[in-house]
């Protein structure tokens, strides 16, 4: 940590609600602690072109309830070779960065930890992702508020769903991840949800309609995880209108509008918390590690297991929505 002087801050991969917040606190921990900080904008293509400015408190005013994030994010193709990793250690040097810390998901992760064992360069990750899918932490910085966004669409849906008696499948965002859907469907009282993790084991749509969710009700709500595993909610609507004719069936993907919004008091929190821990795990030496939440606690978690280690889902959620959707 001795020779750590300036320190670099990206974000990276899809953009998350709460990423603003957690720039203003890596920046003001960072100057708090006497270090020199310079953003990179466009994540690791920005690094690898230059797009290099210092930050200073002034520059981070007013973003915490800012959706998307101020540093830009870009996928780079080019960082994923030797070539463009090389390039982008150049500039750090040139631009005198003793340290970097990254926001984003897996990918940006994963690339982090390229990089930092190819050059022996230390680096720290906060996790910033809707999709919740992250080893090692709780909660990844934006998860808390796409979760409310689809709560408020669901919402509005069931009231057209109610009017028309229609079976709705509505696809949300996930990945290979079923957080938001299983999730999103006990807070809106949603009557089933489809999610990768259980798609191999059952025929999730014959399990929905040999359980009889339409017995006690004119309207029906699915939410379905957008996966090629789970096939999304266009294949389980072209399924039923095959084999369930009598369903009148529509479909609503909620696509990027998960993304976006101002972050909620949670997610505001936690990267609050998560960046001033960023910056705290470098002081105190830390390197190649991401910082999660654990049961309410600052925890610093290596690269290798965050990005290995599959998040597990708890399935005793499953049986919660079949309880409650009766």
Same mark, same amino acid.
């Given at each position: 940590?001795?020779?750590?002087?300036?320190?670099?801050?990206?974000?990276?991969?899809?953009?998350?609600?709460?990423?603003?917040?957690?720039?203003?606190?890596?920046?003001?921990?960072?100057?708090?602690?006497?270090?020199?900080?310079?953003?990179?904008?466009?994540?690791?293509?920005?690094?690898?072109?230059?797009?290099?400015?210092?930050?200073?408190?002034?520059?981070?005013?007013?973003?915490?309830?800012?959706?998307?994030?101020?540093?830009?994010?870009?996928?780079?193709?080019?960082?994923?070779?030797?070539?463009?990793?090389?390039?982008?250690?150049?500039?750090?040097?040139?631009?005198?960065?003793?340290?970097?810390?990254?926001?984003?998901?897996?990918?940006?992760?994963?690339?982090?930890?390229?990089?930092?064992?190819?050059? +022996?360069?230390?680096?720290?990750?906060?996790?910033?992702?809707?999709?919740?899918?992250?080893?090692?932490?709780?909660?990844?910085?934006?998860?808390?508020?796409?979760? +409310?966004?689809?709560?408020?669409?669901?919402?509005?849906?069931?009231?057209?769903?109610?009017?028309?008696?229609?079976?709705?499948?509505?696809?949300?965002?996930?990945?290979?991840?079923?957080?938001?859907?299983?999730?999103?469907?006990?807070?809106?009282?949603?009557?089933?949800?489809?999610?990768?993790?259980?798609?191999?084991?059952?025929?999730?749509?014959?399990?929905?309609?040999?359980?009889?969710?339409?017995?006690?009700?004119?309207?029906?709500?699915?939410?379905?995880?957008?996966?090629?595993?789970?096939?999304?909610?266009?294949?389980?609507?072209?399924?039923?209108?095959?084999?369930?004719?009598?369903?009148?069936?529509?479909?609503?993907?909620?696509?990027?509008?998960?993304?976006?919004?101002?972050?909620?008091?949670?997610?505001?929190?936690?990267?609050?918390?998560?960046?001033?821990?960023?910056?705290?795990?470098?002081?105190?030496?830390?390197? +190649?590690?991401?910082?999660?939440?654990?049961?309410?606690?600052?925890?610093?978690?290596?690269?290798?297991?965050?990005?290995?280690?599959?998040?597990?889902?708890?399935?005793?959620?499953?049986?919660?929505?079949?309880?409650?959707?009766?």
């Amino acid at each position: 940590m001795s020779g750590i002087r300036t320190i670099g801050i990206l974000t990276s991969g899809g953009d998350a609600p709460g990423m603003n917040a957690a720039i203003r606190a890596l920046t003001r921990t960072a100057i708090f602690n006497n270090f020199r900080v310079k953003a990179i904008f466009r994540g690791y293509k920005g690094l690898i072109t230059g797009e290099i400015s210092e930050f200073k408190t002034q520059n981070v005013s007013n973003i915490i309830q800012q959706g998307g994030t101020i540093l830009k994010t870009a996928r780079s193709e080019e960082f994923r070779t030797p070539e463009g990793r090389m390039l982008a250690y150049e500039t750090l040097i040139r631009e005198e960065i003793d340290a970097l810390i990254v926001v984003g998901g897996d990918g940006t992760l994963t690339g982090a930890r390229i990089f930092a064992s190819e050059f +022996n360069y230390p680096i720290v990750g906060v996790p910033g992702t809707i999709d919740n899918d992250i080893y090692g932490t709780d909660s990844t910085i934006g998860y808390d508020t796409a979760l +409310n966004t689809i709560i408020e669409a669901v919402d509005k849906i069931r009231d057209t769903a109610s009017s028309h008696d229609r079976l709705f499948f509505i696809e949300v965002m996930g990945r290979d991840a079923g957080f938001l859907a299983l999730n999103g469907a006990i807070a809106s009282g949603a009557e089933a949800a489809i999610i990768p993790e259980i798609a191999t084991e059952v025929d999730q749509l014959e399990e929905l309609i040999k359980n009889g969710f339409r017995k006690t009700k004119n309207s029906s709500i699915v939410l379905v995880a957008e996966s090629e595993i789970t096939g999304g909610a266009m294949h389980y609507a072209d399924r039923v209108k095959r084999e369930y004719p009598e369903y009148d069936v529509r479909v609503v993907i909620l696509g990027h509008v998960q993304r976006g919004g101002s972050p909620s008091a949670h997610d505001r929190i936690l990267a609050s918390r998560m960046g001033n821990a960023a910056i705290e795990a470098l002081i105190e030496g830390q390197r +190649n590690i991401m910082v999660g939440i654990d049961n309410d606690k600052v925890v610093y978690v290596p690269f290798n297991q965050a990005i290995k280690n599959d998040k597990p889902l708890d399935k005793e959620l499953l049986k919660v929505l079949r309880t409650l959707s009766i």
